[in-house]
């Protein structure tokens, strides 16, 4: 009939924040004259000592290993890549791997994607869902299963911590209650809120994994042993239920889709097929790259030296930038500090809508990330699902101060309770 299969359908549909990007650059770029502050944008900043080193690996592999690296290679990735990785996690974490337990994509994101797809879905006992027990987590997880409804996420609780402060807790017995999952997948640190796991979490998530015979797959994004954007309570764990992805992204070059996992041979062999029956494998002079940068250790001096200095500062100058633009009549939370790029603030009123804000902002030249994008499910008024938002930390400074300052005056002039001679809101 021409029309889209189910499996079309549902890939074919535009996520919630995905269409607020698309709405970011349409509006960029139709007022080009005009200066906006995206505050909603995911790319890491733009540290100086970062940018020199790509730019000496992208040298190294043009100068050294361009016509290996633009024939065809090995869907599992470069010989020379693989290696560095299993080296490379010898030195810092005591592992023994090989290359059956590594695979390399075009990108984490992807090899989560190609999980889902051999993990969830229709099989011989009925169907299985993603199991997402760690929501709020990344907005990119609610749209990698092709199969209709096949994503379940499992709400966080929460607790109070000093001053604006909150910190979510994960409700581990109701992951554990489900019997639908046929994989377990969640970022620590986690975009949008910088939460990361602890040891015990870690260790329960696992324990639930081993009973119900599925992969655990663990996005380190943001963690060890890079980029390390914070602190992080549980080193990646070699487990047979565990697959430990890894990206480059975050740490300095997110455009050429670089990212890696490694675990059990029984789970990476699959992903192996998997990329050899879809992408073919991941950029080749990408990976010359990051093998060199690896290999030679570059990654890890600009790691320590320049981007947790840089995120460990620009943290705490969002936080007291915060402190002095909120208004005192609302009642607002930023998620504890252990790790990310971003910051996550819930409005904890019951006239505040993250959508609202979004649409204020936007009128005065200021995107952010509304929340309900991050949680599973239809949002509903008055939900703490559409009372968060998102702020990267990674722009200009100048910028930041003056985004969170329009942020402050703008639900100032929202609140109900807001003071009459409050200065307007202005661009």
Not at 204 to 211: K, T, V, Y
Not at 216 to 242: C, E, K, M, S, W
Not at 381 to 410: N, P
Request: net charge negative.
């Amino acid at each position: 009939m021409g029309g889209l299969s189910k499996v079309g359908t549902q890939m074919s549909r535009m996520s919630g924040l995905r269409s607020l990007m698309e709405d970011v650059a349409s509006a960029m770029a139709s007022t080009s004259d005009t200066k906006w502050l995206n505050l909603s944008i995911g790319n890491p900043a733009a540290i100086p000592e970062v940018t020199a080193m790509w730019r000496e690996a992208a040298g190294w592999a043009v100068a050294e290993s361009f016509s290996d690296a633009v024939a065809y290679g090995p869907s599992r990735g470069s010989p020379a890549l693989v290696k560095a990785i299993a080296d490379h996690f010898r030195r810092h974490l005591g592992w023994t791997i090989g290359p059956e337990n590594i695979v390399v994509g075009p990108g984490s994101q992807m090899l989560c994607f190609a999980a889902a797809a051999l993990y969830a879905g229709e099989d011989g006992s009925g169907a299985r869902r993603v199991g997402l027990p760690a929501i709020p987590d990344y907005t990119g997880y609610q749209g990698i299963c092709m199969a209709p409804g096949g994503i379940a996420g499992v709400e966080s609780g929460w607790r109070a911590g000093q001053d604006r402060s909150f910190h979510y807790e994960l409700d581990l017995d109701a992951t554990a209650r489900r019997t639908d999952l046929g994989m377990l997948l969640l970022s620590s640190p986690c975009n949008p809120t910088g939460r990361s796991l602890r040891a015990d979490e870690q260790d329960a998530l696992i324990a639930i994994a081993e009973r119900m015979d599925v992969p655990l797959f663990l996005d380190h994004a943001y963690g060890r042993p890079f980029p390390q954007i914070g602190p992080t309570f549980a080193p990646p764990a070699l487990n047979p239920h565990v697959v430990n992805c890894f990206s480059l992204s975050k740490a300095g070059m997110p455009g050429e889709r670089v990212g890696f996992a490694i675990g059990p041979e029984r789970y990476i062999t699959p992903l192996v097929s998997f990329l050899s029956n879809s992408v073919l494998h991941a950029s080749g002079l990408a990976q010359a790259m990051a093998a060199w940068a690896l290999s030679s250790g570059a990654l890890d001096e600009v790691v320590a030296s320049a981007i947790k200095p840089f995120y460990a500062e620009r943290r705490t100058l969002t936080e007291q930038l915060l402190l002095d633009a909120m208004p005192a009549d609302v009642n607002w939370r930023l998620h504890a500090n252990e790790g990310g790029m971003f910051g996550w603030l819930w409005i904890d009123e019951d006239w505040f809508s993250d959508v609202d804000l979004y649409a204020d902002l936007r009128k005065h030249n200021v995107f952010i990330a509304p929340g309900r994008s991050f949680f599973s499910g239809p949002p509903e008024a008055g939900r703490h699902s559409t009372q968060c938002f998102r702020i990267t930390l990674t722009v200009d400074e100048k910028d930041l101060r003056e985004g969170i300052s329009r942020i402050g005056a703008a639900l100032g002039e929202a609140s109900p309770h807001r003071v009459v001679s409050r200065p307007p809101l202005s661009r």
